[in-house]
């Protein structure tokens, strides 16, 4: 490498480089051990040969050459009507992992390399990005405009991802506290998610006063520390108004779907744990016993439910995997029956098409989910961990069952925090396809087992 | 029977129907000798200061300082509540009879029958307010009747609530009112609109408010009272005396010697606008309109004997008008909306007129008839009208509590 350096001739700007490249460095983030570089391009007559990264600390010196992702910048193409062609893709970006101790890169030397052998570097300050969702918000901000292809999700988006993973500093816990007598030796214990919005833990313990029974241990899980005095108030209100025996358990740090039921089935004392979102609501009597005995039985380590709208349609009867003709690679996630009214679509009669169950109502028995190694946390915020546990129990020879004759509502992204706009929301979503498709290539490309109705 | 009556207020302190209505029923317990107590919501802004959560005023009498939040009547305060825990582990009661929950909390059936081994709890609704956001009228937030609440229906009167928020709301009201034994309607309007919301229509009987009023058995007709009107009660938008002062002015060009007397509270009236657009037109009809002030249920009837007819102009559905059963008990006919309780006062309760809701025109032309009524057609109204008497709803009462217990 440092014999090609002797042969470049370095000039002293970007307009020397050639009247027709023209390119900028937009930011550089330091992601965990990654470094995320993002800027734009215009080159008509594909001049660039490469771009090369230093960085300059005591007196290491290393050099990355990167492969890019390219997509298309319409500010870009407006600004140099003369030179960018339509379909050319001027933004760019990378990630590369492969400086060592970045610790104490403030800068990076950044160089643009032409064919003909000229270069041009700059020094550009690297913006330390200090937590695992501003990661993902500005990282996947680097695209600003659709489409999102399996390429930018695979080789952009999914290193942003694994560059802010170790940003998730350990969780310990922040507090755990009984309310009511606790449950001795519960048939089942439910963990009950709660973040950004406290009125469904109200409406959950109004809701669980008539439809768990004594023998049902809850779990509360507050998976934001801003929240947890307020939840803990609620709590001690509620428990003595309603007479109600529950848990509060929330850690040091917000953990996001994944991470907070994985966090709370340590707290579980039953064999049995049933994971329900905040904004999920069994209203009909008898759904724990079927549930339980379902699990005890052992046929199946995974139970899900028909899950239902307000207006009681159909809002969750099992997930199957599908591919669109808009999105070529992925693999997404399908809702049969999805807003069809219960009452018409009865739980034999159509033909069974999922192989999957979502997780705002799932039970499992507490073994299997250790053994299953407990929801991947590289997904991201309540997407996707559902099914990848799934395909996990289907790999290791386990059945999935469903209950389709309890109501049960499910409000549905109720319990999500509102404020994320919907491109981002797209950009998550393909990301953990993309994540689950990479993981499962293999497992997904096989006829899988159907789940069973219960 | 040792019977724990609690109220969302006490007569004593605020005069409103449903007050008088529990107070009532306290009494007649009592009266007919049950062990009974009677425990009201402190209305007093500054109750609950320095450590009294409840307040003993007599013997058998008491009151709480409570708060709870609007939407879904959940209690806030652990103190009163604790002191009201200790009270029911003392008094053990047969039978915990509520009126409103909504200054008290939606949670406390359930509460007391943790506390209190066998006790069977009952609540009488008085209005629509589990029903309904808006302060339980059924009215929508533009002004408009309301026929029956949804969740997408009650979002768009109130925008910034999601649907899913009223279901959720509409959820934990109802899995509260799980813990009572046995609902009470004073109307069968009410009854039915609570049925239709989802209550199981065996576990809600329509019982007629108790109200211990001193009956007239013989009224004397007085001719000089065909034009004296009367309206009785709460001042406020709700009562719509906008709208009966605006009938009687278009009734006042052909009766110019009748009189309007206004039984209420004028300083009560919360809205300033409204407050300024009833006195703006009370001074437009001069001497017509008699403004008597507040009655209690020692005025009642020196009241009710000022008028030939009493006269109610509510927007809203109203639940069992205790002043229905007040002109009832003192033989005076009424002239009522064709809606709701006022409509089932009028056609089931003592017969009455009535005339098109809210239409200022319709009322105008009932009280213009009514001006015009000769002493023939009068006289036997007065004397049609049956006996009140409270005797058959309180038996009703009693026997459901002995089903229950």
């Known amino acids: 490498m440092a014999q090609a350096e002797e042969k470049i001739a370095f000039v002293k700007s970007k307009d020397d480089l050639g009247p027709r490249i023209k390119y900028n460095i937009e930011s550089v983030s330091r992601i965990g051990d990654a470094f995320l570089i993002n800027g734009w391009m215009v080159d008509p007559d594909e001049q660039c040969r490469s771009i090369l990264v230093r960085k300059l600390a005591g007196k290491r010196v290393a050099v990355a050459q990167l492969t890019w992702v390219r997509f298309a910048r319409k500010d870009v193409a407006d600004a140099f009507p003369g030179l960018a062609k339509p379909g050319d893709l001027h933004g760019f970006a990378f990630v590369t992992t492969e400086f060592p101790d970045p610790d104490d890169a403030t800068k990076l030397n950044i160089n643009l390399l032409t064919k003909s052998g000229k270069a041009f570097g700059e020094f550009i300050d690297v913006r330390e990005v200090n937590s695992f969702d501003e990661a993902i918000t500005q990282g996947f901000g680097t695209i600003i405009a659709p489409p999102v292809n399996l390429e930018i999700c695979k080789k952009l988006f999914a290193a942003i991802v694994e560059g802010a993973l170790p940003l998730r500093k350990a969780a310990t816990l922040l507090s755990l506290n009984q309310f009511g007598s606790p449950v001795s030796n519960p048939e089942l214990s439910i963990i009950i998610p709660i973040y950004g919005n406290l009125d469904l833990m109200q409406y959950q313990i109004g809701n669980l006063i008539n439809y768990a029974s004594p023998t049902t241990e809850i779990v509360f899980a507050v998976d934001d520390p801003n929240l947890v005095n307020g939840a803990l108030r609620l709590g001690q209100r509620l428990s003595g108004l309603l007479n109600l025996s529950f848990k509060v358990v929330a850690p040091t740090r917000n953990l996001g779907f994944s991470g907070i039921n994985n966090f709370a089935s340590q707290y579980c004392e039953s064999r049995n744990i049933l994971f329900l979102n ?132 499910h409000l549905e992204r109720l319990s999500q925090k509102n404020g994320i706009d919907n491109f981002l929301r797209n950009k998550i979503t393909l990301t953990n396809s993309a994540r689950q498709s990479t993981k499962w290539e293999a497992l997904l490309s096989t006829k899988l087992p159907l789940i069973e109705n219960i | 029977m040792k019977v724990l009556v609690i109220s969302h207020g006490h007569p004593k302190f605020s005069a409103g129907g449903g007050e008088v209505a529990a107070y009532s029923m306290y009494s007649a317990l009592k009266d007919a000798g049950h062990d009974a107590n009677f425990l009201a919501w402190n209305n007093n802004a500054n109750a609950g200061e320095m450590g009294r959560s409840i307040e003993q005023i007599t013997a058998t009498e008491w009151l709480i300082s409570t708060k709870t939040e609007h939407f879904t009547f959940s209690s806030l305060n652990e103190e009163a509540i604790n002191a009201f825990k200790i009270m029911l582990e003392s008094l053990k009661p047969d039978v915990v009879h509520f009126h409103h ?120 007709v007085k001719p000089e009272l065909i034009k004296e009107f009367g309206f009785f009660g709460q001042i406020n938008y709700y009562k719509g005396l906008d709208i009966l002062l605006d009938a009687f002015a278009i009734m006042k060009k052909t009766a110019p010697e009748a009189r309007l007397h206004i039984n209420g509270h004028m300083s009560e009236i919360n809205s300033p606008e409204y407050r300024k657009l009833l006195e703006q037109k009370i001074q437009d009809l001069g001497n017509s309109v008699v403004l008597n002030g507040p009655y209690t249920k020692e005025t009642l009837k020196a009241r009710m004997d000022q008028v030939g007819w009493l006269v109610m102009s509510s927007r809203w559905w109203e639940n069992s008008p205790v002043v229905i059963q007040e002109a009832w008990a003192n033989k005076v006919p009424i002239i009522v909306p064709n809606i709701g309780g006022m409509l089932e006062g009028a056609q089931v309760q003592i017969g009455g007129v009535v005339y098109e809701a809210r239409n200022v025109e319709s009322l105008a032309k009932e009280l213009t008839e009514a001006s015009k009524m000769r002493v023939s057609e009068y006289a036997p109204l007065i004397k049609g009208l049956p006996k009140y008497s409270d005797k058959k709803p309180f038996a009703r009462l009693v026997d459901i509590y002995k089903r229950y217990n």
């Open chain 1, 278 to 409: 905040s904004d999920c609501f069994p209203v009909q009597g008898g759904w724990e016993e079927k549930v339980v005995k379902a699990l005890d039985e052992k046929k199946y380590a995974i139970i899900g439910a028909r899950l239902l709208f307000m207006d009681e349609t159909i809002q969750h009867d099992g997930i199957e995997f599908e591919s669109k003709i808009d999105l070529p690679g992925f693999v997404l996630n399908a809702h049969p029956n999805k807003s069809l009214p219960a009452k018409i679509i009865k739980p034999n009669s159509t033909k069974e098409k999922s192989t999957c169950v979502t997780a705002a109502f799932m039970a499992i028995r507490k073994e299997v989910f250790d053994e299953l190694g407990h929801f991947d946390e590289g997904y991201i915020r309540g997407d996707f961990e559902d099914t990848d546990l799934c395909l996990k129990a289907i790999d290791a020879g386990y059945k999935i069952g469903i209950i389709r004759d309890q109501k049960i509502f």
């Open chain 2, 101 to 220: 929950l909504i200054h008290l909390g939606i949670e406390l059936p359930r509460l007391v029958k943790s506390i209190v081994k066998n006790v069977k709890v009952f609540l009488t609704l008085h209005e629509y307010l589990f029903i309904c956001a808006n302060n339980g009228q059924m009215i929508t937030t533009k002004g408009e009747l309301c026929y029956g609440a949804s969740p997408a229906a009650c979002s768009q009167c109130f925008p910034k609530v999601t649907p899913e928020s009223f279901f959720m709301r509409e959820g934990y009201i109802k899995n509260c009112l799980a813990s009572v034994d046995h609902f009470f309607s004073p109307s069968e309007f009410l009854r039915e609109r609570y049925i239709q919301w989802g209550l199981p229509a065996e576990r809600i009987t329509h019982l007629e408010n108790i109200l211990d009023l001193d009956v007239v058995a013989n009224k004397k």
